[in-house]
């Protein structure tokens, strides 16, 4: 099993910055992919962002809405992904979520991540 715990959320002002950080620890070498997740009150959870894991793919999805604001990316030695978040804007104020999944399609859709960190608050004020 893989256990994730993300940090790194927090209240900011509109077009501000922020990274995420998704720390995973148990069984991280079987783990394929992992994405963040946002989930805003009365919403559903949405990816926001996909990374392979394993290091010679380099394959990333971002949804249309964060691409050129967003980076995603890992540090395998460390067992940890980020979410570099810039120029936020208030409608993306959500808790992040990472998950993770043994598989190796880059999917969006919630279910198909088994793995899921406790989730980090980030407020974006206008």
């Known amino acids: 099993q893989v256990q994730l715990v993300e940090s790194g959320g927090g209240l900011v002002q509109a077009g501000a910055s922020l990274r995420l950080s998704c720390a995973a620890s148990?069984?991280?070498?079987?783990?394929?992919?992992v994405a963040w997740f946002r989930q805003a009150p009365g919403k559903e959870r949405e990816c926001v962002a996909a990374?392979?894991?394993?290091?010679?793919?380099?394959?990333?999805y971002y949804q249309e809405s964060v691409k050129g604001r967003f980076t995603i990316s890992r540090d395998n030695a460390k067992n940890t992904v980020y979410l570099q978040m810039n120029s936020l804007k208030p409608e993306e104020t959500a808790v992040y979520y990472c998950?993770?999944?043994?598989?190796?399609?880059?999917?969006?859709?919630?279910?198909?991540?088994?793995?899921w960190g406790q989730g980090t608050q980030v407020t974006v004020s206008s």
């Open positions: 148990g069984r991280t070498s079987s783990v394929r992919v």
């Open positions: 990374i392979s894991w394993s290091t010679g793919s380099g394959r990333t």
């Open positions: 998950a993770a999944r043994y598989s190796i399609q880059l999917s969006t859709i919630s279910s198909a991540y088994a793995f």
